[in-house]
């Protein structure tokens, strides 16, 4: 069963940018961890509901603020078996996970390729 993901989003009313639009934050939480974050998205106070924390309306700003987060947590968990609040929050921002280099994957081929030494490969052609 996985964990639940619980979603709470919220302006930051007293960092309001030029065009008075406000940053949104996010509070979410999968099984027991918990990540605090921006969503590097701007709202406007007059459509953001407070009680739902989400923005009121069917514009596209609207849509796109309301379903960032459980896209993302659809997309990491078709990918892995457990995600936890800070895989979700590195998705969100748009933050890298850890992934293989190329010189690890050619350690690994190396690694695979002289077990098979004596099998299928030649000694001479693994040293080439």
Same mark, same amino acid.
């Given at each position: %069963?996985?964990?639940?993901?619980?979603?709470? !989003?919220?302006?930051?009313? +007293?960092?309001? *940018?030029? /065009?008075?639009?406000?940053?949104? %934050?996010?509070? &979410?939480?999968?099984?027991? =961890?918990?990540?605090? !974050? #921006? $969503?590097? &998205?701007?709202?406007?106070? +007059?459509?953001?509901?407070?009680?739902? /924390?989400?923005?009121?309306?069917? #514009?596209?700003?609207? @849509?796109? &603020?309301?379903?960032?987060?459980?896209?993302?947590?659809?997309?990491? =968990?078709?990918? +892995?078996?457990?995600?936890?609040?800070?895989? $979700?929050? *590195?998705?969100?921002? /748009?933050?890298?996970?850890?992934?293989?280099?190329? @010189?690890?994957?050619?350690?690994? %081929? +190396?690694?695979? &390729?002289?077990?098979?030494? /004596?099998?299928?490969?030649?000694?001479?052609?693994?040293?080439?």
């Amino acid at each position: %069963m996985k964990p639940e993901l619980k979603g709470l !989003f919220y302006l930051k009313k +007293n960092q309001r *940018n030029k /065009g008075g639009l406000c940053p949104v %934050m996010g509070y &979410i939480r999968i099984g027991k =961890s918990v990540s605090q !974050f #921006s $969503l590097k &998205i701007d709202a406007d106070t +007059n459509l953001w509901d407070t009680k739902a /924390g989400r923005v009121k309306g069917k #514009s596209h700003q609207a @849509l796109e &603020i309301n379903r960032v987060i459980h896209t993302r947590y659809k997309e990491l =968990s078709e990918i +892995n078996s457990q995600v936890d609040a800070d895989d $979700l929050k *590195n998705a969100v921002q /748009g933050i890298a996970s850890i992934q293989p280099t190329v @010189l690890d994957s050619f350690r690994t %081929m +190396n690694d695979a &390729i002289s077990a098979r030494v /004596g099998k299928d490969y030649s000694k001479a052609g693994f040293e080439q």
